[in-house]
Nanobody, 124 residues
Framework: QVQLVESGGGLVQAGASLTLACVASGRTFESLSMGWLRQAPGKERDFVASINWRGGRTYYADSVKGRFTISRDNANNTVYLQMNSLQPEDTAVYYC?????????????????WGQGTQVTVSS
């Protein structure tokens, strides 16, 4: 079983930056494709970004492209989401997710494992 623990959320003003981190355990990290998804109040969980097992391929939702960067450190079993130029519409609970595989995940239902989530709130 894979455990995912997120950290790094918080309350920031519009235009600020935050970096989320997610530490994985329970399985060889390189066997996992990783992603970040988010859920705003009253809305469905939306895809944000994904990264393949080696980190050579990434994919972003249009809403965050150019502002967010996903990366991974396989030596430390950690995936990151660097978020720049945050806007109030980025306010959500951010979830780290994983599935066993070598490709990229684009949809919520592709992910097998989930973290508890970390709240990101952006004030205007």
């Amino acid at each position: 079983q894979v455990q995912l623990v997120e950290s790094g959320g918080g309350l920031v003003q519009a235009g600020a930056s935050l970096t989320l981190a997610c530490v994985a355990s329970g399985r060889t990290f390189e066997s996992l494709s990783m992603g970040w998804l988010r859920q705003a109040p009253g809305k469905e969980r939306d895809f944000v970004a994904s990264i393949n097992w080696r980190g050579g391929r990434t994919y972003y939702a249009d809403s965050v492209k150019g502002r967010f960067t996903i990366s991974r450190d396989n030596a430390n079993n950690t995936v990151y989401l660097q978020m720049n130029s945050l806007q109030p519409e980025d306010t959500a609970v951010y979830y780290c997710a994983a599935f066993v595989g070598y490709g990229l995940g684009y949809r919520s239902n592709e992910y097998q494992y989930w973290g508890q989530g970390t709240q990101v709130t952006v004030s205007s």
